[in-house]
């Protein structure tokens, strides 16, 4: 190992910005600044490296570090014109740690070290003021006994507030320098009684207990939890930065702030900040006093003195190093700044975190500036951060008061009063009302509900329920899981925190981007997809090669997902349509026909509604490349499980609830995932698909005769197992299908393929694609057979996997590459291997997640779908796959 | 193409009897029959590639081939000195077809070919018989007009029975050469009548329309259906032969007969077979008269007179031609013969069809006789045959009154009281009566039950329904989905077939080899497993690579397994323990727990039941290995479902029944299959398995201490999906197995592995197995998985799939090779590139099926486990395996 200390300090850096890994974050960039000649209080970091070495053996540190450390103390003591532990002219410094990612939980800081009862004279005498140095005493005994003695915080500051219970004072400002110079010997003495040992008196014994307590804390419960949770590898490692100490803190010439070089909330090209005078950095966090802003800009009405105003040489050798920054590091700038006695110091910068908005307007902005290019601002906006943009959020002015609060399952905003049935819902939104679903958990039953409402709050389920799933397939805001709530469907009311009870007609507004749920109605304001999102978007159109394509199921969801650009529908489900409350008691009246003549009237009244539906949706797609897939939930999800739904359902069929209840319990399934579903239906009622089949070409050759449209249907059979079933069924369909264009003296073009999404298809893509045209991955359900893992059963055990990293994420959430991915890579191999030319595709929720995206990207297919409202992410996701080189 | 017809005749043959692709079966053994010199009439053989080429040219015969018929008739016209259509001297001819496999639904003979008014009278002048040749004469238009032409037969059967009552008599004896006469003008006339055309006349049209015919009948529905469901190629084509007729209903000094060279049903060394004097080959078949026993041996008092009396000579020489025939094709046959004016024909060989008895006693005769080595006596024998011979039989001497069908779920036969409750069941039984458990259908509830019964009967379920799956694992007689029966639990009783009311308490027996229910009780046979039976399963263990273990929950299960030679335990479920009276109430008072507390007070009475389960099955496998799966169902499955079990549960448990409906519906799963069970319950709950893998320990330690063993335990955690399942529960595991051995002062062996039953453990199996000591599959599962199919749900759908031949086979019970082994296969290379000496092995019940055990020995696993019952069949497959070179 070659070097262990990085020095920095008057211009001169050991490290640079580059080194990350090896000197942290901050350690990194106070060698940078440093290098380009920003004023930074000179000091050293020890490496990440060290960190490593120190575990490997066991807790030593490696030879040869105490002289480096040493040296470059010298170093700092020379430029300071100081001497740490001198009695005259002492040098006091900060201790920080620094990883590679900033890591809640670890050891942060140490200030003021180096004094003691000597050092603080020299103190004294080189600010002149008693009660700042005793006060910076005080603090240092205070920091150093907790943080790296393991003192309980609360014991000092119980003699702390004893002291000024004595003195009659509330503020600490109000002691003088007696009072802390006889809290620093009351705290010694505290300390020697509770620890059984002294105060270390030495400074070099308190900088390496500094050190050691920076490493210590690499490896404390808390920070272990959080690498664990987060994927960092324990062999990372911490650096630790020893700085000079500056003071904010030594009169009304001294300052310290935080700034942002642009608006970190909208993006706006202004200075961004907030500085306290006379202050010390942990004084503008603390809150206890209101912090100021730095500049006019920001300056409102009540608002007190702007730095610019108070200290306006240090704001503009300030605003001329935001300038410096931002070309240097051409992004925008998270800073902190300390001036001491009218010198202005830089203690950190790092990229600053900002809202999607401001991600978007900054990158947008950096392009025109001629910061950075097209590709650099496509990779400056996250992906998954779009979220937030794509659905109305509530007004943040308006004042709310939250009643519960249950799972973020699907954003965006919505008010409307409680109603607690699906029908009801309906009813209500047709005569104009504005409504939220309540309901303990929803069902496919609750769809024309859920479709009705503006949001849905459940009281059970977690983030992949049916109502999550769903709702963020519609786009819809959703709550679930909201353990909070009581729900009574006896007495149509909820009963809330604290006893607020809910009732039906009350209006509520859910927030399903932060889980909450607040009483009466909370303004919203729409997604914003113009201006700079437009720009981005454009940008990023013109580097993606995955096509996007939506989920989208009726005319409306296309329109919108056109509106997000999607570029075609990759997964038409025919079975939503089949629960509108005009077809399921058709719908019904199949499934409980006792013979194939029974099922074909029925089919037949469904089968002018269903062609409706795909006329209005291939007319919405505009050419667009729609694939339909065939009927595939088992058909007891249609039938009513409700006595009084199954009383009612007698009455319209004319058949006893004696024979409708046999029907219901002979389709009962036990696991209805696995069973009688898919192609499995198309099999064994083959009319129920022929009917399909014949709407699609209907619809189809209806707008080519008479509308002049261009139109490749594809359709999809669904949970195919094995080739011969697909060829069997592709047979019927090209049978159907022929018959309706001759019948209409039409030819068109169109495919037929299938889902991928159990196992065995993907393990025999090869024999499927001897029929299959075209592939679509059903992630959702591969995921669900792959693992062995039922979404519907999974909340009693998944949050517990994901909570203690037995799966690093959540699989419905994010393809898991190593299992299915393994499948979906395999099945795109084996089927292009039959059919070169094979289109494949995602049509599973992954469809939408950006790194699931970078994975299809990676394996060649040909385009991802996902709900509309996800359509932006997807294709910015897209851009990223091949701009990161991924 | 080179030759389309091949020659036999006087001790010369084209053929071969290896040549049954080109020749057929029948073609190629008369070829060979010749060739060694054996009498067989002379004739000639059209290839199947004819047949192929004849439906790939649109039903043309290729050129040449007129001209190569031609010329062998002509060399059988020159060895018969009859020429066939000659009015003087004329040759007769038969017609078969011929394929490789035999195959029922094509057109089978054609006899006395050549026949018309004019050859007739040629007949009659060779044979100095009228009526013989007018009655060839009628057969010939009758079978003729029949299979060639497409007459309704019954039309010209109905001029027969009206010629008879117009003479007043009842047998076709009766009738006279002038009676047959006029027959056969008015036959030819109604054939005119009904089809509008002559009959052929002409004996080369005659000819070549029964060639087409064969041809013809190759394509037929139920050929071609028949070929569907047994996948057989169509383009193998039959073969057509033409034949000389020989007559065996010429006179006294004829005869025709069938005989097999050994006794088809007990394999002993002696020529059995029947035979007719002065008749036809269908005369024998449509059992009009009684056939007589060809010797004496064989001859029973009150039979007529032997073939070996009536026709000594003729039966020495078929006698030599049995010797002839064994000794040439080194197996049993099954032989046709004619005997025309006391001259022998052979008409037929093929090697006989045999029951599995009669399968051993032959091969291991052949051996002991020189004729066969050990090799060939193992293949031999289908290891699929061996089921019929390790389950009690019923007596077949014993009278049986069938009162019900149901499918052959788990063979064997049982007799007892009819119950109709698990609990009733197992009461009786502790009493010692033998009872027959007749449930709807079965759950895991019953299982003490179906313990406690001789046999099963369920009205629902299918061949892999819970009952059957159960019950084959038992090795217990099952009948199961017994459409007949209506189970009415409230009286007690059920309805079968006729009525006929079966009450509590009556007796019933079942066969579960063939399904049916029989009224009172029928004696049973117990299966032999010596003599020849253990002298064929020594050689089979020299021969095989794979070991087999066996699937047993019990020290019973262990004690019948090793009888039948398991080497091991592949899979001990220990579920099956929690489900026994006596600590189903724990196991229900752990569920119910509300804390962690509760459990382990539960797990603590449990513990030593599961230890003293463990003990007894190390004790009967005596240092064999054995292979614990931990818990593996879900939770829910413990706890009763029915309102008055619940209720009794609420007393014993002290909680209310509300408290304990909630219980029960929070553990509802909608997908059980897919949900809260195997290692999830065991990260989620660690005690239980904690508990269990102290009891394995506790149970090992003890015996090694105490009683000087030697055990290695494989503990074996279920459902696994991921490698940090695995290690997180194999840390757990390890620490307890290391407490456990201090406490004992005992260090033993053990291994922790894992099943493979989802994808995602196949997929990444190079992961799993840096923690997996084992792999065993789970194939059961892992084809629920793969397919995306319940067994429980696929009653609804998969015989259709089998019947349609969708799936070759139910996958259930033959192992998926290019799906769920493809994964299989994987992930044994995949388990042994990261950990060489991996032990593998399958505990599905596939281990018990012959054609997945061979691939089970393809891929190289080390063993396989299946029912008690089984362990013969997986040896034997294992042996065949080997010697088939497969």
Sequence with gaps: MAKFVYFFGNGEADGRADMKNLLGGKGAN???????????????????????????????????????????????????????????????????????ASMPGMMDTVLNLGLNDTTVQGIIAQSGDERFAYDAYRRFVQMYSDVVMGMDKEALEHLLEQKKEEKGVHLDTDLTAADWKDLVAKFKARIREVLGQEFPEDPQEQLWGAIGAVFGSWMNQRAITYRKLNNIPADWGTAVNVQSMVFGNMGDDCATGVAFTRDPSTGDNYFYGEYLVNAQGEDV??????????NLHQKKEGDLPAMEEVLPECYQQLAGIRQILEKHYKDMQDIEFTIEKGKLYMLQTRNGKRTACAAIKIAVDMVKEGLIDEKAAILRVQPSQLDQLLHPSLDPKAPKKIIAKGLPASPGAAAGTAVFTADEAELLARNGQK??????????????????????????????????VVARGMGKCCVAGCGDLK?????????????????????????????????????????????????????VDKYRKLKVRTNADTPNDSKVAREFGAEGIGLCRTEHMFFEADRIMAVREMILAEDLEGREKALAKILPMQKGDFIGIFREMKGLPVTIR????????????????????????NVTTQQLKHKVEFLHEFNPMLGH?????????????????????????????????????????????????????KANAVAVCEEVMASYGVKLEYLIGTMIELPRAALTADEIATEAEFFSFGTNDLTQTTFGLSRDDAGKFLPFYVETNLLPEDPFVTLDQNGVGKLVKMACELGRSTRPEIKLGICGEHGGDPASVIFCHKVGLDYVSC????????????????????
């Excluded at 206890?288 to 730095?294: G, K, L, V």
């Excluded at 958990?441 to 329920?465: F, K, N, V, W, Y």
């Excluded at 070409?697 to 080739?723: D, H, Q, R, W």
């Excluded at 709900?867 to 991924?886: E, K, T, W, Y």
């Design 677 to 729: 579903r898919g192609c499995r239906l198309g099999l064994t009622y083959p009319e129920i698909y022929d009917m399909q089949v014949q709407a699609i070409m209907e619809a189809a050759c209806e707008l080519v005769k008479n509308e002049g449209f261009s139109i490749v249907p594809e359709i999809m059979i669904p949970l195919i197992a094995t080739v011969s079933e697909l060829k069997e069924l």
């Design 285 to 294: 966090v603390a809150g206890i006093r209101t912090p100021q802003p730095i």
């Design 630 to 653: 065939l009927l595939d939930p088992p058909l007891h999800e249609f039938l009513p499980t409700e006595d009084k739904d199954i009383e009612a359902l007698t009455k319209t069929l």
């Design 435 to 468: 409504v939220i679903l309540v309901r303990i958990e929803t069902s496919p039953e609750d769809i024309h509900g859920m479709h009705a409402a503006q949001g849905i709050l459940t009281a059970r389920g977690g983030m992949t329920s049916h109502a999550a």
């Design 867 to 886: 709900s509309p409202f996800r359509v932006p992410i997807a294709r910015l996701a897209a851009a990223h796959a091949v701009l990161a080189g991924n």
């Design 487 to 539: 729900v009574d469907y006896a007495s149509q009311s909820f009963t809330a925190r604290h006893g607020v009870v809910i009732k039906k007609g009350d209006l509520i507004t859910l927030d399903g981007s932060t889980g909450e749920v607040i009483m009466g109605e909370v303004a919203t304001v729409p997604p914003q997809l113009t201006g700079d999102f437009a720009t981005l978007m454009e940008w």
């Design 30 to 100: 106070l060698a940078e600044m440093t290098s380009i000649g920003l004023p930074v209080p000179p000091g050293f970091t020890i490496t990440t490296e060290v960190c490593t070495e120190f575990y490997k053996n066991n807790s030593a540190y490696p030879a040869g570090l105490n002289d480096e450390v040493a040296a470059n103390l010298k170093r700092v003591e020379q430029l300071m014109g100081r001497t740490f532990g001198d009695a005259v002219n002492p040098l006091l410094v900060s201790v920080r740690s620094g990883a590679r």
